[in-house]
């Protein structure tokens, strides 16, 4: 069987888009001219009065959710320090209610027949005798067979760690149901690595691309920035070029977290992918 196109694998991330409703979201995403979407599941989960009928509307206007994304309580991104601490599911106060809203998203997933859900993990320390290790280790273990109970693969975000650190995790969790959506623009917002470099160490567990993009940070500590896609730091031509080599049969979505103008970024993300790869 052909594998699908490049064209046939690009999707939009719905929360890059803003959407206050199922009809809101199908007029968006047709305006980025792309019909495969990850869908962000909180908003069925917790506004089932709203977004109950998602798949309904998206099959009604030829809009396929390819993915879902799934995001944790009390999560404060507005500095490096402050997501290391309150991030994924490492912050006790949050883990029981956040393993709860795993299992309810894990069912709608399976409902909606997405065979893969992401999240950010949080901070997991690279030193096994730092005390918060094993704890990671166990919950995500646990977070893992939630998602295998309903047959969809969990996605860890890329982030917080290297590379070579997440690939060690991952050898060291083995879990079957554990694989990577890799970001690019996450690998400079935090100042882990080289994006191509990168790819060619988490090719075994790739699952999804995002499409995004950022700038290098020049005060050491702080956020880099997010920009639309091809006015960063990624390399895409040598990231794509790389990513066909190592990795190619996996969706590539576009991500857009900042700006007002998200469909024409999200536009000129596809035209950067289109005219890189082709």
């Known amino acids: 069987m052909k594998s699908p196109s490049i064209q046939e694998r690009l999707a939009v991330c719905t929360w890059s888009l803003q959407p206050s409703t199922p009809e809101d979201l199908v007029q968006k995403i047709r305006e980025t001219g ?4 990850q869908l962000a599941l909180d908003p069925l989960r917790e506004s089932p009065a709203v977004w109950g009928e998602t798949e309904n509307i998206f099959r009604e206007n030829g ?10 309580l009390g999560e ?3 500095t490096l320090e402050s997501i290391r601490l309150t991030g994924g599911i490492a912050p006790d106060a949050s883990w029981e209610q956040n393993r709860t809203n795993f299992e309810e998203s894990a069912a709608i997933a399976k409902k909606m027949g997405l065979k893969l859900v992401t999240f950010h993990a949080g901070f997991i320390p690279e030193d096994e005798s730092h005390p918060s290790f094993s704890k990671m280790m166990q919950r995500l273990d646990e977070v893992a067979d939630i998602f295998m109970s309903q047959n969809v693969l969990l996605g860890l975000e ?10 060690t995790l991952l050898q060291k969790l083995n879990h079957p149901n554990i694989g990577v959506n890799f970001d690019p623009a996450n690998m400079i917002l935090y100042g882990k690595g080289d994006p191509v470099k990168a790819l060619h160490t988490l090719a075994p567990w790739i699952r999804q691309i995002h499409i995004k993009d950022a700038k290098k940070t020049e005060v050491p500590g702080t956020w880099g920035s997010e920009v639309a896609a091809g006015s960063g730091d990624v390399d895409w031509k040598a990231f794509l070029n790389t990513f066909r080599h190592v990795v190619y049969n996996v969706n590539l979505v576009m991500e857009r977290e900042q700006g007002a103008s998200r469909v024409e970024d999200i536009r000129k993300a596809r035209e950067v992918v289109e005219s890189s790869i082709l």
Do not use: N, R
């Open 34 to 37: 792309l019909f495969k979407v």
């Open 63 to 72: 809009i396929t959710a390819v993915s879902g994304m799934v995001s944790c």
């Open 76 to 78: 404060d991104y507005s």
């Open 158 to 167: 890329t982030g917080q760690e290297t590379a070579h650190e997440l690939s």
